[in-house]
């Protein structure tokens, strides 16, 4: 590709964030460029003892309509547009009196901050910007002959090139003008979810998503796949917005595995962990202290415990901490690490330790997609909690059964499914995740539980007295009759399959308690 420097005469700046402005005008200037400006920019500019001419007296017509309209002009988007390798072009410009604008600097009206900080409606349509995506775009176009900047840290690479050759090549203005379609699109995208939202529209005929990138990662879900880490303007407390306390960078997985940790523990009130690994919680609990309750989530699994990912939604302590060392992890999540706990983690410096500042709201509402070939499905979050508890046995739950029974199917939430989730005192004490038989869930979960108790010392499996949480109907009793063989006492399901009466009849049969929630959760 062609890297000929096109030399800069001549710049336009409109900029609503002026971090680095007069860094670049000073450079310009330098350089003897002519610099057109607007508005706040140009005084800016000016105050700076710097040269600037104001676009009103460039273009000899005045700003309108409250600044609406300043650059929405020929001479400005000519100059943007016009080919410099097409004598037509040049003789039209001449013949109308434009001249060509070589760079373009514009950011953009802070619309997605607006609509952030609660405004009403009025000052977000304001800050719905025009002009500016306009002549982005035309310069964009025009790549070939005008640079586009559109965000401050474009600009040190620009001023470099500017003071080593004068302008720019055609890959950086090529670079700069992807940049800045991406820009404008996310921009648009913004503006279109706003508009979705005031109509109440889930699920509008048109969607677009847009994403900032945070880092290129090492690679993605395996080594031969390439990835990279995107956020967007949600700012949901979790891993995308965790500051890293310390450890090495997190992969692929590291990011997906943190992010069920975390979302998982933000169900629960109390002190509570939660351990994860390959995606799905293997150890979770709740007690009066984190200490407490991550004896009892380790207990469920130790083995799998073993490089997983610990997720806790009270501030991790020093007694905590000491207990983490003990084993490998590779990350830590917490809204908050005290500075105690951090130093003796630090002993473990490959460890990756992430403080979120505080905790995600389970109950709120937010999107959920899923890529297919051709397309992508779109669902809102699995925020649901069942509140209609149906007893359909003849023997009703206790107290302390209905407790457990409700821990353990907010826990059958974060499980793949099949899921089946046993459950003693509030702490897992057997999973078993994504099956194709149900039945098969059940029997990993019992054996799980097993071998949990043999690594405790226990003469019997944990799931002993347990209750047991299926994340949907049980098709047959056979699930069902392997849960109680495990020696569960109660059971908790959303129903609704054609044998039910058939499901309540083997409880019935067994004494044990089931309870409805006509409220399934699929996790796939």
Request: charged content about 20%.
């Amino acid at each position: 590709m062609d890297q000929k420097v096109i030399p800069v005469r001549r710049a336009l700046i409109s900029v609503s964030d002026k971090t680095g402005l007069l860094e670049l005008a000073k450079a310009l200037a330098a350089q003897n460029v002519e610099i057109l400006s607007t508005g706040g920019t140009a005084k800016s500019i000016r105050d700076a003892g710097i040269r600037v001419i104001e676009v009103s007296d460039f273009t000899g017509f005045p700003e309108i309509l409250d600044g609406r309209v300043k650059t929405l002009v020929p001479q400005i988007h000519g100059g943007l547009l016009g080919r410099r390798d097409l004598q037509d072009h040049q003789d039209q410009m001449k013949a109308h009196g434009i001249l060509p604008i070589d760079l373009l600097c514009v950011n953009l009206y802070p619309f997605e901050a607006t609509v952030s900080s609660g405004a009403g409606e009025e000052d977000v349509i304001e800050n719905i910007d025009i002009g500016g995506p306009a002549l982005i775009r035309a310069a964009s176009k025009n790549h070939s002959h005008v640079a586009v900047l559109t965000d401050a840290a474009q600009y040190g690479p620009f001023i470099e090139s500017l003071t080593k050759t004068g302008g720019s090549t055609f890959a950086q203005r090529r670079a700069w003008a992807q940049a800045a379609y991406a820009r404008t699109g996310a921009y648009d995208a913004a503006i279109s979810a706003w508009f979705a939202r005031e109509a109440q529209e889930q699920f509008p005929e048109r969607v677009v998503f847009s994403g900032q990138r945070k880092e290129v990662l090492r690679y993605g879900e395996n080594p031969h796949q390439q990835a990279a880490f995107y956020t967007n303007d949600e700012n949901r407390p979790g891993v995308a917005t965790a500051k890293q306390l310390q450890g090495k960078e997190l992969s692929y997985n590291n990011l997906n595995d943190t992010d069920a940790a975390f979302e998982a523990v933000a169900e629960f009130d109390e002190p509570s962990i939660v351990i994860v690994k390959h995606a799905n919680p293997c150890g979770v609990a709740s007690a009066k202290t984190l200490s407490e309750a991550w004896d009892l989530a380790l207990r469920c699994d130790p083995v799998s415990a073993f490089g997983g990912i610990i997720a806790m939604n009270r501030p991790l302590d020093a007694e905590l901490a000491g207990k983490i060392v003990s084993i490998f992890s590779e990350v830590i999540i917490a809204p908050k690490v005290n500075a105690d706990a951090l130093a003796i983690l630090s002993k473990k410096k490959n460890v990756r330790v992430l403080e979120t500042g505080s905790m995600p709201d389970s109950l709120a509402q937010g999107v959920m997609v899923k890529t297919l070939a051709g397309g992508f499905l779109l669902q809102n979050r699995d925020n649901g909690r069942p509140s209609d508890f149906k007893v359909v046995t003849k023997r009703q739950p206790t107290a302390q059964e209905m407790e457990d029974m409700i821990f353990a199917f907010r826990v059958g939430k974060h499980v793949k499914s099949n899921a089946i989730v046993y459950v003693k005192d509030k702490a897992t004490v057997g999973v078993g995740a994504g099956q194709m038989s149900r039945v098969d869930s059940a029997r990993i979960a019992a054996h799980k539980s097993a071998e949990a108790a043999e690594a405790a010392g226990l003469s019997e499996p944990l799931s002993k007295g347990s209750v047991v949480a299926s994340d949907a109907f049980f098709p047959f009793a056979d699930g069902l009759q392997a849960a109680i063989a495990a020696g569960a006492t109660a059971v908790i399901q959303p129903g609704g399959s054609m044998r039910d009466d058939e499901v309540i009849a083997a409880a019935d049969e067994a004494g044990i308690a089931m309870v409805f929630t006509s409220m399934r959760h699929f996790r796939h």
